[in-house]
């Protein structure tokens, strides 16, 4: 019914830039919290950040002040820019949402992952 679809993900050094997306599709009505977690080998996943249907965003203290979290309420997608990456930023990243859909279903949806590596 709705799907989330993440891309962005890939290779880069210590220090380097990444920008993920996220778009949702399918039967949509309105979706409120977006959001990105990321789950490293051998740990629980964890919350990165979350935004708004408005625009609010939450960042997890370990990202603050290096990565942004963006939205485009009319493409239904978000963004994840993050700078500075350091080999701790190593996960699969994942995108969340919170959609009511069409028929008026409250749906929590996340998407497949996208691998993040950083090398030192």
């Known amino acids: 019914q709705v799907q989330l679809v993440e891309s962005g993900g890939g290779l880069v050094q210590a220090g380097e830039s990444l920008k993920l997306s996220c778009a949702a599709s399918?039967?949509?009505?309105?979706?409120?919290?977006m959001g990105w977690y990321r789950q490293a080998p051998g740990k629980q996943r964890e919350l990165v950040a979350t935004i708004t249907s408005s625009g609010s965003a939450n960042y997890a203290d370990s990202v603050k002040g290096r990565f942004t979290i963006s939205r485009d309420n009319a493409k239904n997608t978000i963004y994840l820019q993050m700078n500075s990456l350091k080999p701790e930023d190593t996960a699969v990243y994942f995108c969340?949402?919170?959609?009511?859909?069409?028929?008026?279903?409250?749906?929590?949806?996340w998407g497949q992952g996208t691998l993040v590596t950083v090398s030192s």
């Open positions: 399918g039967s949509i009505f309105s979706i409120n919290v």
């Open positions: 969340n949402a919170g959609v009511t859909t069409v028929a008026r279903v409250q749906l929590n949806v």
